[in-house]
């Protein structure tokens, strides 16, 4: 099965912007890296408001 959320990391600069939208919590800032990860795939909404926010273009919603 196709992931949800896919965030590119060579992308990602870490700026935390799709975390403050981001209402389902599916995706987190990762200590070791600091650059966005996704857990709880389940739980995202397809809202696309990281989408939105995300000015490198690291985030990918598969609807």
């Known amino acids: 099965m196709e992931p ?4 590119d ?6 700026c935390t ?3 403050d939208v981001c209402i389902p919590k ?3 800032i990762d200590d070791f890296s ?3 990860r996704v857990r709880h795939q389940e739980k995202c909404d ?3 408001e ?3 926010v995300c000015k ?3 985030i990918k919603i598969n609807r």
């Open 4 to 7: 949800v959320v896919v965030v």
């Open 9 to 14: 990391q060579t992308l990602c600069t870490g």
């Open 17 to 19: 912007a799709c975390i």
């Open 26 to 28: 599916v995706l987190y």
């Open 34 to 36: 600091g650059l966005c």
């Open 46 to 48: 397809k809202i696309g």
């Open 50 to 52: 990281c989408l939105k």
């Open 56 to 58: 490198p273009g690291a």
